[in-house]
């Protein structure tokens, strides 16, 4: 059972990258899914998740109008869209399951039970 991160890189202020989260060994369209960041010194902190559906997504403040997050079930990968990223974003990047039992999602650490190893994204000019 894993989680595997891509799509991370070097871009300028500005730029787009698009982060993927690939499952094996079993399947994601079980769980809802979160992305989380910790840039160097700080917590790591809830960026977006979708639902199991993908009918609900969230996003906190400071990605809002920039991050889209959505999943592919029949590909069992979510992906994580960045757009007019600031230097701010930089971090790594981990995706995360839940518990598998909720109709909606969340971005709190400590609910989460599966976990990637992240995936470096890096905004400098």
């Known amino acids: 059972v894993s989680l595997v991160e891509s799509g991370g890189g070097l871009v300028q202020p500005g730029g787009s990258l698009r982060l993927s989260c690939a499952a094996s060994?079993?399947?994601?369209?079980?769980?809802?899914i979160g992305w989380f960041r910790q840039a160097p010194g700080k917590e790591r902190e809830g960026v977006s998740c979708?639902?199991?559906?993908?009918?609900?997504?969230y996003y906190v403040d400071s990605v809002k109008g920039r991050f889209t997050i959505s999943r592919d079930n029949a590909k069992n990968t979510v992906y994580l869209q960045m757009n007019s990223l600031k230097p701010g974003d930089t971090a790594v990047y981990y995706c995360?399951?839940?518990?598998?039992?909720?109709?909606?999602?969340?971005?709190?650490?400590?609910?989460?039970?599966?976990w990637g190893k992240g995936t470096q994204v890096t905004v400098s000019s």
């Open positions: 979708i639902s199991r559906s993908g009918g609900s997504t």
């Open positions: 995360a399951t839940d518990k598998g039992t909720s109709r909606g999602c969340t971005i709190t650490p400590r609910a989460m039970v599966y």
């Open positions: 060994g079993f399947t994601l369209d079980y769980y809802a």
